[in-house]
């Protein structure tokens, strides 16, 4: 398997390629952000270890920018920091993983294998409905080239029916991978969602792609 690793720190570097090379990965770095969207763009790696404090730009944007590209290869953040939003930004961004240095190597290989036995192809690049566009990792939604501006809650309601595009889904599902299992309100919630969805991606177009399943649920209509 071949990695890369991204960080400016000489001996933290070196540590992490003589420890990887021990593990037997093939291992090539880079010390710059730009380096490392260039590498990742041309190379297919099986891993990246990155650093978030890089030479511009940094670890965050790194992510960002790949994942913009559609380069889905697993992210083993690496950062000095070990805030809570800062790991959020990290994962936000795009990471798979998160690790706060100080480190065991140990700790970190087990990370890698773990990221290691991940299949990219399983994560698209983006979801297409018909002219209904959404991106997963920078959160935009288009329908016909126009920008669409959704809630969290209503990105996600959207994200949860066009992945089963044709598939009627019933508000107890969309619950539970919408809201999760300890949401305690009423089904209406959905109903009142799917308002707000049809009203931004359907009304203004002329559409009516969300469709009311009666007693079943609702259903994202792949020919709409």
Not at 152 to 158: I, Y
Request: proline share 5%; hydrophobic share 40%; glycine share 8%.
């Amino acid at each position: 398997m071949r990695l890369l690793v991204v960080e400016d720190d000489t001996a933290m570097a070196a540590m992490l390629t003589r420890g990887l090379h021990r593990a037997g990965y093939a291992v090539d770095t880079v010390d710059t952000g730009t380096d490392a969207v260039w590498s990742i763009t041309e190379t297919d790696y099986d891993v990246v270890v990155l650093d978030a404090m890089i030479p511009p730009p940094d670890g965050f944007d790194v992510c960002r920018q790949i994942r913009e590209r559609g380069r889905w290869v697993p992210v083993l953040m690496l950062t000095a920091r070990d805030g809570v939003q800062d790991k959020i930004n990290g994962l936000d961004a795009g990471a798979d993983d998160y690790l706060t240095k100080p480190f065991d190597l140990q700790e970190l290989l087990a990370r890698v294998r773990a990221l290691a036995r991940r299949d990219p192809m399983e994560r698209p690049t983006e979801l297409q409905v018909g002219d209904l566009v959404l991106d997963p990792a920078t959160h935009a939604v288009h329908r016909g080239g126009s920008r669409i501006a959704l809630s969290a809650k209503e990105f996600a309601l959207l994200h949860e029916l066009m992945r089963r595009p044709g598939q009627t889904l019933s508000r107890t599902h969309l619950i539970e991978h919408v809201w999760d299992f300890s949401y305690d309100g009423g089904s209406n919630v959905v109903d009142v969602y799917v308002r707000y969805l049809r009203d931004k991606v359907d009304r203004p177009f002329g559409r009516s792609t969300i469709l009311t399943v009666r007693g079943a649920g609702y259903r994202l209509d792949p020919d709409a």
